[in-house]
Antibody, heavy 126, light 108 residues
Framework: QVQLQESGPGLVKPSETLSLTCAVS?????????WGWIRQPPGKGLEWIGS???????YYNPSLKSRVTISVDTSKNQFSLKLSSVTAADTAVYYC???????????????????WGQGTLVTVSS | SYELTQPPSVSVSPGQTARITCSGD??????AYWYQQKPGQAPVLVMY???ERPSGIPERFSGSSSGTTVTLTISGVQAEDEADYYC???????????FGGGTKLTVL
């Protein structure tokens, strides 16, 4: 059974960098699939942050792209998120997930999240 | 930027049928996916590729697609189905992921 577990500081100061790690068990990241991050501000909806393949190929939400870096460490079977210059608007539950991303025909994709971590709340406050 | 539009809320009585819609210009080209989220829990995939049901999801959940609108239908709604439901898809190029704003299903 694939399991994902987020870890990292629960409190980050404004203007600093938020850093989270997602440890994967039950599946080797090197075997395939994309891996990604989603966030959810308190009482609000889901927002995709970005996705990464085991080779390091990345896709980022255009609204966050200038501040986001997602990386993968296949030796530790984990991937990470860094979000710079945070503000209170970045306060959210951050989820990591496994992503099914395959071309079906042309640019039509299968592109969805099949396994999720439990989520971790990150608060941006001084 | 590309958006998916969902109604904020849907209410039904137990045993009735709930229909939750999701509209987006790229939906004729890209598949839609649905997630159920209960308070304090991570989302759970309940429908993929418009109308495919993952293993373990009850048969009362079904999906359909017509033009720029996809619909999640829950037949014979049960109290345990009360949750937030999010549709998700990709932009027309298949590069970016987008979520709908979510629909709160209330079982009266």
């Amino acid at each position: 059974q694939v399991q994902l577990q987020e870890s990292g500081p629960g409190l980050v100061k404004p203007s600093e960098t938020l850093s989270l790690t997602c440890a994967v068990s039950g599946y080797s990241i090197s075997s395939g699939y994309y891996w990604g991050w989603i966030r959810q501000p308190p009482g609000k909806g889901l927002e995709w942050i970005g996705s990464i393949y085991h080779s390091g190929s990345t896709y980022y939400n255009p609204s966050l792209k200038s501040r986001v870096t997602i990386s993968v460490d296949t030796s530790k079977n984990q991937f990470s998120l860094k979000l710079s210059s945070v503000t209170a608007a970045d306060t959210a539950v951050y989820y990591c997930a496994r992503i099914r991303r395959d071309y079906v025909w042309g640019t039509t994709m299968e592109y969805y999240f099949d396994y999720w971590g439990q989520g971790t709340l990150v608060t941006v406050s001084s | 930027s590309y958006e998916l539009t969902q109604p904020p809320s849907v209410s039904v009585s137990p045993g009735q049928t709930a229909r939750i819609t999701c509209s987006g210009d790229a939906l004729p080209k890209q598949y839609a996916y649905w997630y159920q989220q209960k308070p304090g829990q991570a989302p759970v995939l309940v429908m993929y590729k418009d109308s495919e049901r993952p293993s373990g999801i009850p048969e009362r959940f079904s999906g359909s697609s017509s033009g720029t609108t996809v619909t999640l239908t829950i037949s014979g709604v049960q109290a345990e189905d009360e949750a937030d439901y999010y549709c998700q898809s990709a932009d027309s190029s298949g590069t970016y992921v987008v979520f709908g704003g979510g629909t709160k299903l209330t079982v009266l």
